[in-house]
Nanobody, 120 residues
Framework: QVQLVESGGGLVQPGGSLRLSCAAS????????MEWYRQAPGKQRELVAA???????NYADSVKGRFTISRDNAKNTMYLQMSSLKPEDTAVYYC??????????????WGQGTQVTVSS
């Protein structure tokens, strides 16, 4: 079994920063693509940022220049550094990972979500 656990969410003032973490645990041979999504109340879940196993990154236009995605393969952990936060960044943030086991099977996993609230 594999679990993804997010941490680092919270309440922050506009213009502030937060760093989210997503740690994978369990039977893992390799982690391929990893992604951050978010879902605001009444809205669909949207892709925020993605990172491949070779560290290629991609960002939603709304967060480019403010958010940075990274990963530490030795720790099976992904990060999202969020800066210059805006009220419209308020959402539940979810991590997603494509993980292969020792048999070469790839499965897709989601974390439980962490709340980020940007408000004065």
């Amino acid at each position: 079994q594999v679990q993804l656990v997010e941490s680092g969410g919270g309440l922050v003032q506009p213009g502030g920063s937060l760093r989210l973490s997503c740690a994978a645990s369990g039977i893992i041979f390799s982690i391929n693509n990893m992604e951050w999504y978010r879902q605001a109340p009444g809205k669909q879940r949207e892709l925020v940022a993605a990172i491949t196993s070779s560290d290629s990154t991609n960002y939603a236009d709304s967060v480019k220049g403010r958010f940075t995605i990274s990963r530490d393969n030795a720790k099976n952990t992904m990060y999202l550094q969020m800066s210059s936060l805006k009220p419209e960044d308020t959402a539940v943030y979810y991590c997603y990972a494509e993980i292969s086991n020792w048999y070469g099977d790839e499965y897709h996993y989601w974390g439980q979500g962490t709340q980020v609230t940007v408000s004065s």
